[in-house]
């Protein structure tokens, strides 16, 4: 994961290189200061080299200043998170991911991507930092007080060890935070949205014990986090600085035994500091970086996942319009046929199709739009091309799913109604459809508000915009599920004539329970005992025995609500 990390905005790294470098260099500014002071304070002197290292860092630390904002507006960091942000929106919003997929990756790796900066732009210059910082401070103690060089590197060394192992303990405590976290957050999404429906079961008050007991959890593992980091400081500081208080001692012994000159001792000490407050630094930013590291998995996970290999190799596109469908196969989900049959969607002809709830209706109009693949067999395309081949953005630009419920945008009518269509004449083509009528009551016509998806309108009203928008699109084909069972019969009916009208030169799919729409149907296709069964109303009304009864259930339904 940390090459991952490296590789990211590789063509700007170098901006992180000369912004150390800088930082480093008047960072050690104080240490020759010090040093050059305490000789000139002692001695009356101040060496040569001492002078000239003072001046070039001076030199260094103007420059690094002049650009210092320059460098960190356009440094690695910038780079490396966009080009990381990138990856993960592309494998985010893809065809194949679901809503909840594409919501909890926003929800949990957003913020994942602007935490993930600190790696760049803090912990890798302060670990560079920090072995060039102990370089010099051990090259310095070899050179004049060798015997005390062990003590540093053996307090790094324990430190290190002390470090490893915390980390495994530390990923454990952060996984069962983000867990609590996102169950907490899994039942605030869910249930808050249904809040009214859970007071009119009086569920509410179990809601909120639930909800409580998530948020109970939520705090323990968050103690149980701060915790860790608190013990782990403590248990770094007690390494740290007990190895450089060891060593300082050893250098006022050798202070004391005239075999170190204090101005040198003084030097190391200032020296030492420096490399103190940056390992402070370095761990703190170590304890955030870590507590990330779970989520960075994940997100590298989702981009990983998007660039696999897909099992078909689906990248045909389809030249000509889509006149033909022929399904042969087994419909249904893993473990769970649901039927098996020939159907025919052919240009110019309306097939309705009908059946009992959860016979597979929509897992087949599912198959069609090529979202639930087939257990056995093929769709065929125009006769020739195995759906399964067919890449599925051009597939969705030739074939169009619409469900009972109405998906519109923010926005007008208007906007809503021109997301797939261009042409001029569309206020026309509705008028010669009827569709659309409510418009001209509107006092702002077609650039109405639709409101929070679709609030605004009536159920029918949205519905006739979806259709609307559907067939200004001038899509090849079209399945239509159950698009007008939730609406009043005024705006089924017109919705119905529409469809007619559309299935005269395209393909058509209706999935419909409505008696008005079966009566209506020159074609049916009934779903019974796993199979298709194909006729007209009267026909199959006098010959499959389940259809009647379907028919005689509805009609006793009507009478009742009649009644009613
Ligand atoms: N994603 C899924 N995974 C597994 N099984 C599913 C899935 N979606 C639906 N099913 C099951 O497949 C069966 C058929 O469901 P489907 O929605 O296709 O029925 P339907 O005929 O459209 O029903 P209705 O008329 O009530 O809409 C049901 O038993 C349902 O539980």
């Known amino acids: 994961m940390i090459k991952r990390l490296w590789q990211l905005g590789a063509a700007q790294r170098w901006k992180m290189g000369v912004q150390l470098l800088g930082q480093w260099l008047s960072r050690l500014l104080v240490v020759t200061l010090v040093w050059a002071g305490a000789q000139w304070a002692l001695r009356g002197t101040v060496n040569v080299g001492l002078l000239s290292l003072i001046g070039i860092q001076l030199v260094v630390t103007v420059l690094y200043l002049l650009a210092s904002g320059w460098l960190s507006r356009n440094g690695w960091a910038a780079a490396a998170s966009q080009d990381l942000q990138e990856q993960f929106l592309n494998a985010t919003f893809r065809p194949t991911q679901t809503t909840t997929d594409v919501m909890q990756g926003l929800q949990q790796d957003l913020s994942t991507l602007r935490a993930v900066t600190i790696f760049f732009d803090t912990i890798i210059p302060t670990i560079l930092q920090l072995i060039l910082t102990g370089v010099v401070l051990i090259g310095v103690v070899l050179s004049v007080h060798a015997r005390t060089v062990a003590i540093p590197v053996g307090g790094i060394l ?16 952060n996984l069962a935070y983000i867990q609590s976290f996102n169950q907490m957050g899994q039942r605030f999404l869910d249930d808050f949205l249904g809040m009214s429906t859970l007071i009119m079961y009086q569920r509410q008050h179990r809601y909120a014990r639930d909800f409580a007991a998530d948020s109970e959890d939520y705090r323990q593992k968050t103690m149980g986090v701060l915790r860790y980091q608190l013990q782990s400081l403590t248990i770094m500081d007690f390494c740290l600085y007990g190895a450089i208080g060891y060593f300082l001692l050893a250098q006022v012994n050798a202070v004391k035994a005239h075999t170190l000159a204090l101005s040198t001792a003084l030097g190391i000490g200032t020296l030492t500091a420096v490399w103190l407050i940056d390992f402070r630094q370095f761990g703190y930013f170590m304890h955030v970086f870590m507590s990330t590291l779970p989520k960075l998995r994940h997100l590298f996970a989702v981009i990983d996942a998007a660039a696999a290999p897909q099992k078909t190799a689906a990248a045909v596109t389809l030249d000509a319009p889509v006149t033909r469908l022929q399904l042969t196969g087994t419909v249904g989900h893993t473990d769970q046929p649901l039927l098996t049959t020939d159907l025919t969607l052919t240009a110019g002809q309306l097939v309705g199709l009908t059946g009992p709830s959860g016979s597979g209706k929509s897992t087949l109009a599912q198959t069609l739009m090529q979202r639930q693949p087939l257990l056995a067999g093929k769709v065929l395309v125009n006769g020739t091309t195995d759906l399964a081949t067919v890449a599925p953005t051009d597939w969705l630009t030739h074939l169009v799913y619409l469900g009972p419920t109405a998906k519109l945008f923010a926005g007008s009518i208007q906007d809503n109604l021109l997301l797939g269509n261009r042409t001029a004449d569309w206020q026309q083509r509705l008028h010669d459809l009827g569709l659309c009528r409510f418009v001209a009551d509107l006092p702002a016509g077609y650039a109405t508000p639709v409101g929070e998806n679709g609030a605004q309108l009536s159920p029918g009203q949205r519905q006739q915009v979806a259709v609307a928008r559907a067939v200004l699109a001038n899509k090849d084909g079209y399945v239509f599920d159950e698009v007008t069972s939730n609406i009043d019969p ?24 409505r008696l008005d729409d079966l009566q209506r149907l020159d074609h049916l296709a009934f779903l019974t005992d796993q199979r298709l069964v194909q006729g007209t109303f009267t026909s199959l009304q006098a010959q499959v025995p389940a259809f009647a009864q379907l028919v005689q259930a509805q009609q006793r339904l009507l009478k009742e609500v009649a009644t009613v």
């Not at 490893?164 to 530390?170: P, T, V, W």
């Not at 005024?490 to 559309?502: F, G, K, T």
């Open 158 to 173: 324990l430190l290190g060890m002390g470090m490893g192992l915390l980390q495994g303990l530390g990923n454990r405590q």
């Open 490 to 513: 005024d705006n089924a009916n017109q919705i119905l004539a529409v469809i007619q009208q559309l299935a005269q030169t395209k393909l058509v799919l209706l999935i419909t329970h």
